[in-house]
C-alpha cells in the first residue's frame, strides 16, 4: 500500500515548470508587443491626416485652420458650395469613366501577356519580360515629353482617348500576374489541352476565373492610380469638360486660395470612392500579395 507524498508544512505545493513549448511562445509574445504598440502608432499617424481632413471640411472658413480636430460647428455648406458653383460632379465622372476603362482594359491585356510569358515558349520570350521589367526603372517624368509629343501627332490630345490610351500599359501588373501564373497548377490546364481546348479556351475559361484574386487586388491599384492622376491629364487635356477630380480640386484652390474649407470638402468627395474600394477589397489583396510570391 502506498501514501501520497504531503508537502512540508511551511514549503507549500512546489511549481510545475513550463513546457518548452509554452516557454516559446511567452517568449514570442513578449518579443511582438514592441512591434505591435509600434503599428498601432504608425497606423494612427497614418489615419489621423484623412481622419482631419473629414472633420474639416464640415467646419467653417473661420474655425478651418484652428487647429482643432473636433469642428464647433459642423455645416454642410461647404459641399453645397462645392457642387453648386462648379462641375465637381463632371470631374468625378470624369475621373471614374476613364479610371474605370483603363483598369478594365489594361486588366484584360496584361493578363494574357502575363500567361503568354508564363506558360507559352517562344524564342525571346526571357528577353521579353527583361525588357517590360526594365521599364519599371523609368519614371514617369523621364517619358512625359515624348509621351506628349506621340499624343499630339496621333491627334489625342484634348480626347478621352488621349487621357486613356497611355494609361493602359503598366508593367508592374503584368510582373505580379506573371509571378501569379508562375504558381498556377499545370494540372488543371493540362486536362483541358487533352479534352481539345486551345490557349485562348484554356485562358478564358480556366485561368482567368480562377485569377479573382490577383485581379481584385491590381483593379484597386490601377483603379487607385489613374483616380488620383495629375501630371498627364494637366498636360494632355485644356478642356474644361474632360477635367478630372484632382485637375477640379487643384484649380478649385487657385480660385479660393484662402477658402481651405471648400477645398477639403472636396477632398473628401474624392476620396471617399478610394476608401470604399480599398475597404471592399482589402481581403483580396492581401491574399494576391501571399499567392503572387511576394514576400
Known sequence: MTTEATPTPGTGARRTPLSPARRRGSA???????????????????????????????KT?????????IPQKFTFDNFVYVFSEVPFARYLWNSFFISAVITIVALLFHSMAAYALARLRFP????????????LLITAPVVLIPLFLVARQLHLLDSYAGL???????????????????????????????????????????????????????????FLANWNAFVWPLVATTDPDLTVVQLGISSFQQQYG???????????????????????????IVESIKTSGIK
Do not use: K
Request: overall charge positive.
Open 28 to 58: 514570442t509574445a513578449r518579443g511582438r508587443l514592441p512591434l505591435t504598440v509600434l503599428a498601432i502608432i504608425a497606423s494612427l499617424i497614418s489615419v489621423f491626416p484623412v481622419l482631419w481632413m473629414v472633420t474639416s471640411a464640415f
Open 61 to 69: 472658413r473661420d474655425t478651418v485652420t484652428d487647429g482643432r480636430l
Open 124 to 135: 525571346g520570350r526571357e528577353t521579353a519580360f527583361m525588357l517590360i521589367f526594365s521599364t
Open 164 to 222: 486613356i490610351i497611355p494609361a493602359i500599359f503598366n508593367a508592374f501588373g503584368i510582373f505580379l500576374l506573371r509571378q501569379f501564373y508562375l504558381s498556377f497548377p499545370r494540372a488543371l490546364e493540362e486536362a483541358a489541352i487533352m479534352d481539345g481546348c486551345g490557349h485562348w479556351r484554356v485562358y478564358w475559361n480556366i485561368v482567368l476565373p480562377m485569377s479573382r484574386p490577383i485581379l481584385s487586388a491590381l483593379t484597386v491599384f490601377f
Open 258 to 284: 484662402s477658402n481651405w474649407n471648400y477645398v477639403l470638402a472636396a477632398a473628401t468627395v474624392a476620396a471617399l470612392p478610394m476608401l470604399a474600394l480599398f475597404f471592399a477589397f482589402q481581403r483580396q
